[in-house]
């Protein structure tokens, strides 16, 4: 019956490996790689070679009675089996000799060599099956290739951030494009990049207008419109027309090689799990060797000297190889890196770098998330919200204080510009004076203009109108009279609240928003947004005090997040637990002290990140459970004589793909 079972696998075996190797057609990108390639065609001809010998033994050997090799049958026919065993197990063979000079023996590598070697001698001594042995080398070899295409699909969904590194700058030299590496370009040169193209390096747009492709850097598909004057960040696509762009940062310096450097060192941080269990398996994979041993050793000698019984060596020496090959750790030792490995990677796809399995993991108890305002929650950007109380037409408003403001480089002098959305005339201005703390005064078109705030009109006697609304107020007075007044305030993102409501769903249990705003703006934004406690008019140190009240007040376990953007929040996030920073508009300071960084400055992803990070965490638990309760049942069984190498194989290889199909389902992120 198990021989009728390993036959039908072995069939399935090569149908598997042979549609494998048709759709993967020249291998690459999509397929497999070379060196996968090559284990597959391996395995595709062991499978055959032994199911043709599995039949040549049962058709012939038994029923002929040794005919088809009458005088020396019994080493030809080990000969065949030891020739196919070489082909799939070869490279296994010398990876544990390797060990074994090392000094570094007790690997998985070991334990299948011993077992399959072991149980091989023992066929030989019996003149019985060699089938278990070579089966379990082809089903681990199997295994180990699936968890290489496991690890290869997750890389892939990486390594599609990893398309946005450049292969040259286009630099225009004597009306000709000439292309030259990215390193070769200073600061302030201009570089031309044509649609089709990735743009190599930071800058600013100073000729032409295009559409460009951010989706490697921050997930979203919708393209995004520049022209002049913009500044684009590297790694975006060029989709439409030709930019010219002044560089603004070395490539060293510039965002893509920033990001490449977060992804490939992000492996290097492992998390506390991953730490356990290479701690677990230093230990595990001895005891289980010294235990086989004793269970190979130990009862034949018990039941020759004290019971006096057969020692009935080839029985235990059996039980110790089947107990080895049950042993082996390779479902905890390959599927709880490779959780973390397929979460980061699904958390890149939607534009959340993470720069480690450690950082992953603290992300799933985060349980208080603390907010920066300005950049954060809001765009950090001035815009007109409101005209109220005007004495003529609102756009007229907007005209005179835009020009009275002209002269001005200050950013409510800009939002007014802005709103007015005019190329400013300079000649219709006269007699700018600055009120300093209380706005300008200024003829526009040779009629008086005062634009600033209540002190100014407090000082001109010219009576106002309150503004009960939040933000900065330009009161106007026009040729001497009040006209009317106009709100600016900082813009909250557009998914801001509903992002505070995500972390709320999410299990975050208190949101907090530090700000150096005045405190009737902070609790302005913060009641329009839902935030649980907002502390306002901080400076950069005091932010830094306020966490730590936070970090002492909150429970053992629960891990506290700040999200900012800005260079003074860099000490605020070094200090976090978890440190996420904004990626798009923020400080080269702050994404250098953040643990995580969204590509797009989306609050709403910190949310998924959350969910992302818990998901992975709880695969990784399941992982184990699965590993830990199947190898020690089937370790117990092997141990009574109950399991044979084919239970062995199912609880090695068996539960090494169940974990790694289950650690793949970290790549899939719910959208």
């Known amino acids: 019956m198990q021989e009728l079972i390993v036959t039908l696998l072995l069939a399935a075996v090569i149908l598997t490996a042979a549609l494998f190797l048709f759709l993967a057609g020249g291998g690459g990108e999509k397929g497999m790689t070379r060196k996968q390639k090559k284990m597959m065609i391996r395995i595709l001809i062991a499978a055959v070679v032994l199911l043709c010998l599995q039949f040549l033994t049962a058709e012939m050997f038994n029923g002929l009675d040794g005919y088809l090799f009458p005088s020396a049958g019994r080493w030809a026919r080990f000969a065949c089996y030891f020739a196919d065993y070489l082909i799939i197990g070869y490279d296994i063979l010398r990876k544990a000799y390797k060990g074994i000079l090392n000094r570094q023996v007790f690997d998985e590598n070991f334990l299948m060599a011993v077992a399959t070697v072991g149980a091989m001698a023992l066929a030989i001594y019996e003149n019985g099956e060699y089938l278990e042995a070579i089966a379990v080398m082809l089903f681990y070899q199997i295994g180990e290739w699936f968890q290489s295409y496991a690890v290869g699909k997750s890389r892939r969904n990486i390594s599609n951030l990893m398309d946005i590194r450049p292969d040259y700058a286009n630099v225009e030299t004597d009306g000709k494009l000439e292309q030259v590496d990215p390193d070769e370009v200073e600061v302030g040169s201009v570089i031309v990049v044509q649609p089709g193209e990735k743009v190599p390096i930071d800058g600013v747009v100073t000729e032409g207008s295009s559409s460009l492709n951010t989706s490697a850097l921050t997930g979203e598909s919708l393209p995004r419109e520049v022209g002049v004057g913009d500044e684009v960040i590297s790694g975006c696509i060029c989709m439409t027309g ?220 010219i009576p106002y109108q309150d503004c009960r609304q939040t933000g900065t107020i330009i009161h106007l007075a026009i040729d001497g009279s009040y006209a009317g007044h106009i709100v600016i305030s900082d813009v909250v993102k557009p998914h801001s609240k509903e992002a505070i409501a995500a972390l709320r769903k999410a299990g975050v249990e208190k949101t907090v928003m530090l700000t150096g705003d005045a405190k009737k703006v902070a609790e302005q934004v913060a009641a329009d947004l839902g935030i649980d406690q907002v502390y306002s008019e901080l400076l950069p140190a005091d932010k830094v005090d306020k966490v730590e009240e936070l970090l002492q007040a909150k429970r053992d376990k629960t891990q506290l997040a700040f999200v900012g953007d800005g260079i003074n929040d860099a000490p605020v996030l070094s200090r976090a637990d978890i440190g996420i920073a904004m990626g798009a508009m923020g400080s080269d300071a702050a994404i250098e002290a953040a643990d995580i960084v969204l590509m797009d400055d989306d609050p709403l992803k910190i949310a998924k990140a959350i969910k992302i990070s818990r998901k992975c965490l709880g695969i990784v638990y399941q992982n184990i459970v699965l590993a830990l309760g199947i190898k020690f049942v089937c370790l117990i069984l092997g141990a009574v004589g109950i399991a044979n190498m084919y239970l062995a194989i199912f609880a090695d290889v068996g539960v090494m793909v169940l974990a790694v199909l289950n650690a793949i389902r970290c790549l899939f992120v719910n959208k």
Request: net charge positive; aromatic share 8%.
């Open 242 to 461: 030709v930019l010219k762009i002044r560089t603004t940062k070395e490539f060293g310096e510039s965002t893509v090689s920033k990001i490449l450097d977060l992804v490939e060192n992000a492996s290097s941080r492992k998390s506390r799990s991953e730490d356990f269990i290479s701690k677990f398996a230093k230990i595990y994979t001895p005891a289980v060797c010294y235990s086989a041993l004793a269970l190979a050793i130990l009862p034949p000698l018990v039941r020759m000297l004290f019971l006096s019984q057969p020692a009935a060596w080839g029985v235990w020496i059996y039980r110790a190889l089947t107990f080895l090959v049950i042993s082996c750790p390779c479902a905890l030792v390959i599927s709880i890196p490779l959780s973390f490995f397929a979460g980061i990677g699904g958390a890149s796809q939607e534009g959340i770098l993470v720069k480690g399995s450690n950082y992953l993991e603290s992300l799933s108890q985060t349980k208080y998330v603390v907010f920066d305002k300005t950049g954060t929650l809001t765009k950090g950007v001035f815009e007109v919200n409101g005209i109220h109380h005007a004495t003529m037409d609102e756009a007229r408003l907007i005209e005179y204080a835009a020009l009275a403001e002209s002269a001005s480089s200050h950013p409510i002098s800009k939002s007014l510009q802005q709103a007015y959305g005019k190329e400013i005339d300079r000649t219709r201005v006269t007699d700018i004076q600055e009120i300093s703390g209380g706005g300008v005064t200024a003829k526009v078109d040779g009629v008086p203009v005062a634009a600033g705030n209540d002190k100014l009109m407090r000082s001109l006697n």
